[in-house]
C-alpha cells in the first residue's frame, strides 16, 4: 500500500469458497467486498424495488386506460373521416366551378384567401357533427349517430362494422384465431 501512495485498493470476491483472506479487508486503504456483502446490497434494495415495481404497475394501467379511451374514440373515426373527405370533395368541386367565373385579373394571394375561406367554412360547418359523434363514441348512442350520419350525408359505411360491441366482438375473434 505504501508504493500506491495513498491510492485505495477495492478487492471483490465473490468466489465460493472465497479466494481472498478476509483479513485483507483490516488493511488500511482497502476495501474488500464478498458474496455476502453483495447479498446485503441486494436485500436492502429488494423494498425500494418492490415499491418501485408497485408504482410501475399503477403508470402502466393508468396508460392503458388512456390507451383504450384513445380505442374508444377511434370506433367513429372511419365515419368522421368519410364525412370530412366528402365535404372536402364537394368545397373542391364548388370552387373550381367558381374559379373559371372568377376575374381573371385576380392574384395568387385573392386565390388562397378564397381557397381558405371555404376550408374555414367547411370546418365550422362540421365542428359540432365531428363533437357529437366523437362524443358518442363508445356509448349507447354510438349506433344511431352512425347510421344517421351515413343517411343524412350519403357516406359509404361499407367494411365497417355498425356498433362499438361487434367491432370489438370482430376483434376478439380475430385474436382467438390467431
Known amino acids: 500500500m505504501a508504493r ?3 491510492r485505495p485498493l477495492i478487492f471483490i470476491d465473490i468466489a465460493v469458497p472465497r479466494d481472498v483472506d478476509p483479513l485483507v479487508g483490516d488493511i488500511k486503504g482497502v476495501t474488500l467486498y464478498n458474496i455476502d456483502d453483495l447479498e446485503a446490497v441486494v436485500d436492502e434494495h429488494k423494498e425500494a424495488r ?3 415495481a408497485k408504482l410501475a404497475e399503477t403508470i402502466i394501467e393508468e396508460e392503458l386506460d388512456s390507451i383504450l379511451d384513445k380505442f374508444q374514440y377511434l370506433s367513429c373515426q372511419p365515419l368522421m373521416a368519410l364525412l370530412s373527405r366528402r365535404a372536402e370533395t364537394i368545397r373542391a ?32 360547418l362540421l365542428r359540432e357533427p365531428m363533437k357529437e359523434i366523437n362524443a ?11 347510421k344517421a350520419m351515413t343517411k343524412l350525408f350519403k357516406l359509404d359505411m361499407v367494411g365497417t362494422a355498425a356498433n362499438f360491441e361487434q367491432r370489438h366482438r370482430a376483434a376478439g375473434d380475430g385474436r382467438k384465431e390467431a
Open 4 to 6: 500506491r501512495a495513498g
Open 50 to 52: 418492490g415499491k418501485e
Open 93 to 124: 368541386r364548388e370552387l373550381r366551378r367558381i374559379q373559371s367565373k372568377l376575374p381573371a385579373s385576380l392574384d395568387e394571394d385573392s386565390h388562397r384567401l378564397i381557397e381558405h375561406m371555404t376550408k374555414m367554412i367547411v370546418r365550422k
Open 136 to 146: 358518442s363514441a363508445g356509448t349507447e348512442k354510438e349506433n344511431f349517430y352512425i
